[in-house]
């Protein structure tokens, strides 16, 4: 969590994904996972910090990642039973937005996807949530990189 | 994540806390952290799968937990240098609402803690946010039970 000297006014931020519609087999399918999460980390720069903990489930076959991050943590739990995928990325340090709704659906085939972005409140200024509806695009705030 | 298709109607919940004021030392304390996870995961009969993981920042003392629920994910983050501790907990299956205000002013010396109680959409029905406000008290899912 670099550099937070530097940014006192500053606090995280936090999306919170759910995606529905999408394949059950490739929710049930850790490798499929794992290469979305390479991808966000790839695109985002984000820092893993050891390895990414999985682990599936016996009978739904739903799984569950968890990856911790030097910009905080990314985590994603599967419901094949209910095509669904939810999504966490937590980032002390802001980050641009990921095309959620683009990538999911491209990847799971996800049909609807609810992207809600809320702010962490860490840093000095205590500020009320950033945005809390679904699928928002153009927080301001994103753009600054880490 | 059991008795999945017992509740289609329902979705999960997840517990958004940001807690501030609080003693730069116990932040950097992971045994206190530790302590808090076990005293989260007793109150509400919580099941960890595999060991927690916990990593200490090397300038900052800051630290963050991750642990694998069969419920889905509790993880903490603390930021001594701010006197901030941000914490999630993500329920699949509904629990009750813990003392997230007074547990941590008391353990950690919090002055403010703000709790967001955010639905988690995965379920058959697709319902907005439960609630997104800070410090709310009641919501009656959440004494129905896992």
Same mark, same amino acid.
């Not at 050891?50 to 994603?76: D, K, V, Y």
């Not at 990538?103 to 000095?124: D, I, K």
């Given at each position: *969590?670099?550099?937070?000297?530097?940014?006192?006014? *500053?606090?995280?931020? +936090?999306?919170?994904?759910?995606?529905?519609?999408?394949?059950?087999? *490739?929710?049930?399918?850790?490798?499929?996972?794992?290469?979305?999460?390479?991808?966000?980390? #790839?695109?985002?720069?984000?820092?893993?910090?050891?390895?990414?903990?999985?682990?599936?489930?016996?009978?739904?076959?739903?799984?569950?990642?968890?990856?911790?991050?030097?910009?905080?943590?990314?985590?994603?739990?599967?419901?094949?039973?209910?095509?669904?995928?939810?999504?966490?990325?937590?980032?002390?340090?802001?980050?641009?937005?990921?095309?959620?709704?683009? +990538?999911?659906?491209?990847?799971?085939?996800?049909?609807?996807?609810?992207?809600?972005?809320?702010?962490?409140?860490?840093?000095? #200024?205590?500020?009320?949530?950033?945005?809390? #509806?679904?699928?928002?695009?153009?927080?301001?705030? +994103? #753009?600054?990189?880490?």
């Amino acid at each position: *969590m670099p550099n937070r000297s530097l940014r006192e006014n *500053m606090n995280g931020i +936090e999306w919170i994904v759910d995606a529905r519609g999408c394949s059950p087999a *490739m929710l049930r399918d850790v490798e499929h996972l794992q290469r979305l999460f390479e991808k966000i980390i #790839s695109a985002l720069q984000l820092r893993p910090i050891g390895e990414t903990q999985w682990h599936q489930f016996p009978n739904s076959a739903g799984i569950t990642g968890l990856c911790l991050l030097s910009e905080s943590h990314l985590a994603c739990h599967t419901f094949p039973e209910f095509g669904s995928l939810c999504l966490n990325l937590f980032c002390c340090v802001p980050r641009e937005r990921w095309a959620f709704e683009t +990538e999911l659906s491209a990847a799971f085939g996800a049909t609807s996807v609810s992207v809600r972005a809320v702010e962490r409140l860490y840093g000095a #200024s205590h500020e009320a949530i950033l945005q809390s #509806s679904t699928s928002a695009h153009n927080l301001s705030r +994103e #753009s600054q990189g880490g």
